[in-house]
DNA sequence: GTGGTCTAGACCACA
DNA sequence: GTGGTCTAGACCACT
């Protein structure tokens, strides 16, 4: 499970974690009747309190997305809810609008933000390569 | 003043306020001696509490950002600290980071990634002749 | 708000303080629009953490039968959620078949049990005019 | 033996099953020397883990209820300890306040719950007709 | 003052 | 081992 906080970003990171967890169940990267990370497994991994991954499980359960069998782990759920996938991709949408509209203000236009996303892109798979198998 | 509130951002409203500002000041949106609104205009403008605006400026007036001048109001300091706008064109990049990092989970590359930026852009502008002269 | 917890039940007491909660809605005890004693307030009043009392609060909230208004106060949704109300009231014979089954079991018959209930109604009472106003 | 669990009482299930053991007990519907089923089976009949009955049958024979006879199979103890039948008894009357008072919060009164529990036996009865010789 | 997030740690229940 | 409840207490955000 790759997920990664960023503690300066002023957004809760619980929330951040299920965000994230939210966008791996609509993009596929994580399928119906995947088992989760265990609560600890995952606390440890990302250096956070227990409690605060037993909330996110929780919530996302509330929300249809993910199930918790008792003594057993956490699970992708079978039927994912219809139409909160699609909200979830129209997000980025916002995100994008949010973006483009602070970037305005600094006066750089599109193209200039382009360059940036691009070159994000780039580190972002560098970085990736790094890591490779070993760190699981 | 162009400031633009996103309740369900996760981000303290406060934070995204006083982000803006100091993006406005880095940027000359707003320059050096200009006042800015009253707080309780500024507070009906985004439909916050006064005190929530108070402490904007008070936080901003510590960096060093603004001035308040007693009994007249607030505005923007003559000398901006130095580093003010290397530092916020750096927190654009960060937020590129943050974006490119979800929208790779969800399966979408560089080129979708800067059409959707593209079209961003197009219907800021869009908006922004609709308004004309802000109200302000 | 009364809202009495029995430890000894076996029922997690955040449960048990929610589902009494929805009693008090379905039966108008408290009506839309109400507010509810603060997170501290009843923390200290049921003698448990202010953190039962948030998870409670939150869960009801997720519900749609509570509004939490930040820096305010918790409310009871204007708008309770049809159906779920009358879900709260058919509980009740859950609970007496359960009781049902169980004293039977103990060789007791439907008027024994009924003449248990008789005298627990007027204990009720009893106990509920003793306290008066004093205590609010 | 007629145990029946419900999963959405919140009450832990290892503790339904072991009162409704020792209820069985107090009531004489298992008698002292009296044979139970074994951990496998009422396991497959409740549909629970096989640690879960183990448990509890460890539970009641700490409590003296119960005796295990290694290899051979759990007993109802020869001589049941001396006020488990007023205990039991006195349960029942806690069970009914916990009803009374989560009912009068409804607006319900005495004579509304024993017609309740009236009917709760009527079916209890016509349902066990039904079912005849239980397949133990 | 209000609600909200997070941590640390104890202890319980289920497989 | 898994998930789940509860406590205690620090610190943040909003009215």
């Known amino acids: 499970m ?9 957004m809760p990171i619980t929330r951040q974690i299920a965000e994230q967890i939210r966008t791996q169940c609509a993009s596929g990267a994580v399928a119906p ?5 265990s609560v600890r497994q995952l606390a440890q991994e990302l250096a956070v309190n227990q409690n605060t991954i ?3 499980y929780e919530r996302l359960t509330v929300e249809g997305l993910l199930e918790r069998r008792h003594g057993d782990g956490t699970y992708v759920a079978d039927h994912l809810p219809v139409g909160q996938m699609k909200a979830q ?3 980025v949408r916002t995100e994008v ?3 483009v509209q602070r970037v305005q203000t600094l006066g750089l236009g599109a193209d200039e933000l382009c360059k940036l996303v691009k070159q994000a892109f780039e580190e972002l798979a ?3 390569k790094q890591k490779g198998a070993p760190h699981e």
Do not use: H
């Open 54 to 56: 037993l909330r996110v």
């Open 2 to 10: 790759f997920i990664r906080i960023d503690p300066s970003s002023g």
């Open 33 to 37: 009747g995947d088992r989760l990370p």
């Open 97 to 99: 609008d949010r973006l």
């Open 89 to 91: 991709r129209l997000l």
């Open 126 to 128: 560098a970085g990736q």
